[in-house]
């Protein structure tokens, strides 16, 4: 098993900036896949940004040149820097692992909202 906390978001003003991080914990070795999603009322979840263990990163058209997926291995933790927020931006957030078997999870969501 694997488990998810985020913790970050919170309120901004369009224009600002927030850091996202995921820190996991259980069977941690076997996850191979990280990432980030989001889901805004009335919307469907979607990707927003992933990380291999090997570094390769991909993401969302929406946050390309403004958010940037990492990960510490060291505290086995993953972040979301996101900058030049949008109104758009406003949503759950949530960190997202697949474990060999392969098994997905979800961390349980953090509030991201942008005024403009």
């Known amino acids: 098993q694997v488990q998810l906390v985020e913790s970050g978001g919170g309120l901004m003003q369009a224009g600002g900036s927030l850091r996202l991080s995921c820190a996991a914990s259980g069977r941690i070795f076997s996850i191979y896949h990280m990432a980030w999603y989001r889901q805004a009322p009335g919307n469907q979840r979607e990707m927003v940004a992933t990380i291999t263990t090997g570094g390769n990163t991909d993401y969302a058209d929406s946050v390309k040149g403004r958010f940037t997926i990492s990960r510490d291995n060291a505290k086995n933790t993953w972040y979301l820097q996101m900058n030049s927020l949008k109104p758009e931006d406003t949503a759950v957030y949530y960190c997202?692992?697949?474990?060999?078997?392969?098994?997905?999870?979800w961390g349980q969501g953090t509030q991201v909202t942008v005024s403009s």
């Open positions: 997202y692992a697949v474990e060999y078997g392969p098994n997905i999870y």
